[in-house]
């Protein structure tokens, strides 16, 4: 068949063909991209995405698990958990209209008798930047303000213990309250107060920084966990695990029913080695001390000097921990109780305070005098009251002279003298020191005991390096800030002055009161170093003892046992004998108690007063030993063994019997 001409098509050019060719393969292409995109998203990704679809029209709604129980020894509740019900804002959930989120705010504000008066709120500021201070904000606005700015992911708790009918009213009128939520959570109690404020710790919602860490490791980001104390320590045990229930909810997230529940699981109870009775009477006894001798401050710790472990611990000033039950603190409540002079009451003293511990260092210095031959118990030294090392002199408190002294009498009396002469012959210029800081070492100064709460100071061992590397930090402080480091001036190298001083507990030596129960531990138990710990046992919900806590001895000292005997019957004679230092308070004392007073100089202060004791087996008690400090307390055996006596009797006797007055003569 001939073609019409009118039909004919001129043929494909080479280019025109390469061009169609071209924009086939880019269509094809571009076909089956989207073929293989679809391929992906319904068939390898589909079930992922189903259940993001089913997520958005279900939600989890946490159930707190309640956190367990911290008993003393003998099971007294000193930490409890009560279910309250609050008022919460799920800040996303709020109405997106500006103007509805603030008619709902409002509402919400005169329902729960909130003011609604403008006024100034400090917002956190996240990293070092500087908080920021909004004005005319109501309060429902600041408390918003303030916890979604630390906590952006949880749940800002508005009130507290809500009343029934409130909460009647609120579910009655829900959807006039869009992102108001009011659940049942556990609050901690606790019965006695203040007692015990610093070790028992406290808890709080989980930080961001916190949620790296292993401590914290599978706890969700609006968890509740232990800040401090024991709370931190054994929060692994005491917080349980939350559970959770899935309800279905309509396009305006309102609930149309509920799907599942996993029901959460209480968390563990933990019985502490701590005495309920023995720990009031230690903080009473504190109290009055402070009080009778205008101290600032101070601590005791009581503990079983064969195993460790803590039978009392306190701090004061001190706090009541329940005031981190709300939302927020007010301003002016926190610097009230945590504010300039107020002493830092947060800090556990016993622990954390890191003094220079005046005589009571002194049955350290004589066992290495002894260990190192650089003394023998046949030596005598004559105190005449004076003891000159280069230019400077120096004198004996009250300036007494004991004449011929041995080793024994020397401890009995707190001589100055004879233990400055013990630290001129102990001087060694080596980077770690001599004999003094060797066994200063042993014994534990100078570094962490290891005990089952954080917030421990290590204390300082002064030595000829640490100087040098002391020294170097304050210069680099003075050219950084440009200002004098100390008041003093920056020291020079190290001297025989230096282990003179240190010899007596003095210049730059720093020890907490738990670190000087440790090392007089060893003492009486014959060298063993325990490691304190005030966790005794983990126990289920119902009682049932899952975990015994009773660490091993951290080393053991080898000391020569007729040394040992010889510091001990020093100590007793100090406690019992016709002019030892503790003799006016503990000589009518029926249990043998061995103790030392101690009484450290402070610069531009009055002196902190110490006593450090211990009491053998008793009849049917375990051996106990008692440290005690009283900031700006004056003498150790006026402020701080009183104290002492007072908790000896609780322990002995069950009741705290009159305060004694104590001597006022010697250190």
Not at 424 to 431: E, I, S
């Amino acid at each position: 068949m001939i073609q019409h001409p009118d039909d004919r098509r001129p043929p494909l050019s080479p280019q025109l063909a390469l061009r169609v060719a071209m924009i086939g393969m880019f269509a094809f292409a571009m076909f089956a991209i989207i073929f293989f995109r679809l391929w992906f998203l319904q068939v390898l990704s589909g079930t992922q995405y189903l259940a993001q679809a089913a997520s958005n029209t279900t939600r989890d709604i946490s159930i707190p698990a309640q956190r367990g129980e911290i008993l003393d020894s003998k099971g007294n509740v000193l930490v409890d958990s009560r279910s309250a019900t609050v008022v919460q804002v799920a800040v996303p959930d709020l109405p997106r209209s500006p103007g509805a989120r603030k008619g709902t705010l409002r509402r919400l504000s005169h329902v729960l008798g909130i003011s609604t008066a403008p006024g100034r709120c400090v917002v956190p500021q996240p990293g070092h930047v500087p908080d920021k201070v909004v004005e005319l904000l109501d309060k429902v606005d600041c408390l918003i303000a303030v916890q979604h700015a630390k906590l952006p992911y949880a749940n800002v708790t508005i009130l507290k213990d809500v009343p029934q009918p409130i909460l009647l009213y609120l579910s009655e009128r829900w959807r006039e309250f869009q992102g108001v939520v009011t659940p049942q959570v556990f609050l901690r109690h606790y019965p006695f107060g203040t007692l015990a404020a610093q070790l028992l710790g406290t808890i709080g919602p989980i930080q961001p920084t916190e949620l790296k860490q292993t401590h914290f490791k599978g706890v969700p980001k609006d968890g509740i966990v232990g800040q401090s104390g024991v709370e931190y320590s054994y929060d692994q045990y005491l917080r349980g695990r939350d559970g959770a229930y899935r309800v279905e909810v309509n396009s305006l997230g309102n609930f149309t029913r509920p799907l599942a529940q996993r029901n959460p699981i209480s968390g563990n109870n933990l019985k502490l080695s701590i005495d309920e009775n023995l720990q009031k009477a230690g903080e009473a006894a504190l109290a009055q001390g402070i009080g009778l001798n205008q101290g600032a401050g101070g601590a005791f710790v009581a503990l079983n000097p064969e195993n460790g472990q803590v039978l009392a611990m306190g701090s004061s000033p001190t706090y009541d921990p329940s005031i981190f039950a709300q939302p927020v603190i007010p301003e002016a409540q926190y610097n009230k109780v945590f504010g300039p002079g107020t002493g830092v009451p947060q800090d556990n003293r016993a622990i954390a305070g890191a003094y220079p511990t005046g005589s009571t260092f002194k049955p350290i210095t004589a066992l290495a005098a002894l260990e190192s031959n650089s003394w023998s118990l046949g030596q005598s030294y004559d105190d005449t009251g004076t003891f000159k090392i280069g230019v400077l002199t120096m004198h004996n408190a009250g300036g007494a002279a004991f004449g011929s002294l041995d080793l024994v009498n020397a401890i009995k009396v707190s001589s100055d003298i004879f233990f400055y002469n013990l630290g001129a012959l102990m001087n060694v210029d080596k980077p770690q020191g001599g004999p003094l800081q060797a066994w200063a070492r042993r014994f534990g100064i100078g570094q962490p005991t290891g005990i089952d709460i954080g917030g421990e100071a290590p204390g300082i061992l002064p030595t000829p390096a640490w100087r040098v590397q002391n020294n170097r930090r304050e210069l680099e402080y003075e050219h950084k800030h440009h200002v004098p480091c100390c008041t003093l001036g920056i020291p020079g190298p190290w001297t025989n002055g230096d282990n003179v001083h240190l010899a007596v507990g003095q210049g730059d030596l720093e020890a907490s009161p738990l670190q000087l129960a440790v090392a007089y531990s060893a003492i009486e138990n014959g060298g063993r170093i325990v490691r304190p710990h005030v966790g005794m046992e983990v126990d289920g919900p119902d009682g049932t003892a899952l975990q015994k806590i009773d660490p091993p001895p951290v080393r053991h000292i080898d000391i020569n046992q007729v040394y040992l005997q010889a510091v001990q019957q020093g100590l007793r004679e100090a406690a019992s004998s016709p002019g030892g230092t503790s003799a006016a308070v503990f000589g009518n004392f029926a249990p043998p108690v061995y103790g030392k007073t101690g009484t450290a100089q402070h610069n531009n202060q009055q002196d902190q007063a110490w006593y450090v004791c211990y009491v053998p087996a008793y009849k049917n008690k375990p051996p106990i030993l008692v440290a005690v400090t009283v900031e700006q307390g004056g003498f150790g055996a006026v402020a701080a063994a009183p104290a002492a006596r007072q908790i000896l009797s609780q322990y002995f006797y069950n009741n705290r019997g009159p305060w004694v007055a104590g001597s006022s003569h010697t250190l």
